[in-house]
């Protein structure tokens, strides 16, 4: 039985949830993830959580039972409510179909081109929340709290502090500082942002507007995905030039790990397989491996790791690092799959690579779902290394399929991951192979120190024990969310917010 959560009035403690992507109405990366799981597992603390997110035609075709239940002055379209398939929860949508109908994805269109019009898109969307926030929907709800999440929604806590009367509490998440929403000032002055907003005190940034600077500015309160990441933003090389304002707000922000959803990402009942399994009995992971193996065209070694990397090809995720070492590691025999998209150049190279060694190489651009399921129950070994990690549900989507990460000790990586002792010993406690620096040289050589072990089944079957029975479920950190839910409720229903906000011009 969950406690029944009170608002300072009483009632159930209400908080609107705001994100650009929630699986399963749209998905790029971990946010939708995120969006997905945490509000769930906040209802089932007792919170009355209620999820907004654009009108996308995924979107819109997903929701359940939508109907209008807010107009929007001066704009096409209005707020829909509808149902989330799986959860249940209620979702508002924006729907605006000049802004949000549209052929791609949520902030590109189909050849990877970010929508010229992204700022206009993304203010019309926090104003839709901020609305929503403020004056409640036709039947009358409004949260006490509304969570905010990453730069998309950056200017809603900037909308709500700046009001004049009564307002919801606010806290902003920072999933990955790096992406920042910044867009040229002159955007701003059009859409009639008020101008104490746009100055240095306020979200202008370097000469731009920042979306970003406005949540983490404006917010009551502030949160990030990992204790460690949270440490890691106030220091000038993980703080993307907005490390001084941080540590202004210091005393407001906090780190909470991630979770994921362990009944989705679960190989004793996972239906995308092809043969469950647990921690007890791998017998299925051998089976998915065959499988994977087969049908990728590679040669199948008994000696050698199969390993997998399920990422983005990027900078961040040390993708140019990962196709340097790629000749070292396929002359050692290892079997590798590469799932994923990002930058253009290494989607080129990393398809070119697989063509020239394709007995021991394949790769596929783009994001399957059932494929990363079935690549991490195959896999041996699982390819997460970053320059910084914010969280990283890769990594942990891997141990729990028994699936050994090679990844470096940054951000939530290094709150997740326990380097292994490659003796072996009975209880050492490792979970997967960390290295230090981010090259070539060192991920070649802790991939060999995985090989090595690979090749002792005992040990290696003690170690894919220990990460599957790590507990990376919601159920924590929703409570440590809750708690800054209630602070913050409490704390602004007492007194108005402490953060500064500019006099009105």
């Not at 999820?51 to 829909?80: F, H, Q």
């Not at 189909?110 to 609305?131: E, G």
Request: glycine residues 10%.
């Amino acid at each position: 039985m969950f406690t029944r959560r009170l608002s300072p009035t009483g009632r159930r403690l209400r908080v609107l949830f705001a994100a650009a992507e929630i699986y399963p109405f749209a998905k790029t990366g971990g946010l939708a993830d995120v969006g997905a799981a945490l509000p769930a597992a906040l209802a089932a603390l007792g919170v009355e959580v209620r999820l907004i997110l654009p009108g996308y035609v995924s979107a819109l075709d997903t929701a359940e039972n939508k109907r209008m239940v807010l107009r929007l002055p001066g704009e096409r379209g209005g707020v829909l409510l509808g149902r989330a398939p799986d959860s249940g929860l209620p979702v508002y949508l924006l729907d605006q179909p000049d802004l949000f109908r549209r052929d791609g994805g949520p902030y590109q269109d189909r050849d990877k081109h970010d929508w010229p019009d992204n700022f206009r898109r993304f203010t019309c969307f926090c104003r839709a929340a901020a609305d929503l926030a403020l004056e409640g929907d036709e039947d009358g709800w409004a949260p006490d709290l509304v969570h905010a999440n990453d730069w998309h929604t950056g200017l809603v806590p900037a909308l709500l502090a700046l009001h004049g009367g009564p307002r919801p509490a606010s806290v902003f998440t920072i999933h990955n500082l790096a992406y920042q929403g910044n867009f040229p000032l002159e955007e701003a002055h059009a859409a009639g942002l008020p101008p104490a907003m746009l100055r240095p005190e306020g979200a202008e940034f370097y000469g731009q507007f920042s979306f970003l600077k406005a949540g983490i500015r404006y917010a009551d309160r502030l949160t990030t995905v990992s204790p460690t990441y949270a440490r890691e933003i106030l220091t000038t090389e993980f703080g993307a030039g907005m490390d001084g304002l941080l540590r202004d707000r210091a005393d407001d922000l906090v780190g909470i790990l991630n979770g994921i959803d362990q009944d989705l990402w679960n190989p004793a009942h996972d239906g995308y397989l092809p043969a469950r399994f647990d921690a007890e009995d791998r017998a299925g992971k051998r089976c998915a491996k065959a499988g994977i193996l087969a049908e990728f065209g590679l040669d199948p070694a008994e000696d050698a790791p199969l390993i997998i990397g399920v990422n983005r090809l990027t900078h961040q995720k040390m993708a140019d690092v990962v196709l340097e070492a790629l000749p070292a590691l396929l002359d050692q025999g290892m079997r590798i799959v590469l799932h994923g998209q990002g930058d253009r150049e290494l989607e080129t190279a990393f398809v070119a690579a697989a063509a020239a060694r394709p007995a021991q190489l394949a790769v596929r651009i783009g994001y399957e779902e059932g494929l990363a399921h079935r690549l991490n129950a195959a896999a041996d070994l699982a390819l997460t290394p970053a320059r910084f990690e914010p969280c990283g549900l890769t990594t942990m989507y891997a141990m729990r399929y028994g699936a050994l990460p090679v990844t470096r000790p940054v951000g939530g990586l290094a709150d997740t991951v326990v380097d292994i002792d490659e003796r072996g010993e009975d209880g050492a406690p490792g979970t997967g192979f960390i290295f230090t620096e981010p090259t070539a040289a060192a991920l070649v050589a802790s991939l060999r120190r995985a090989g090595r072990l690979f090749r002792i089944p005992s040990a290696w079957g003690h170690f894919q024990k220990n990460a599957m029975r790590r507990d990376f479920g919601w159920e924590r950190s929703a409570r440590r969310y809750l708690a800054v839910y209630e602070e913050m409720a409490r704390s602004l229903a007492a007194e108005p917010a402490r953060i500064w906000v500019p006099a009105a011009e």
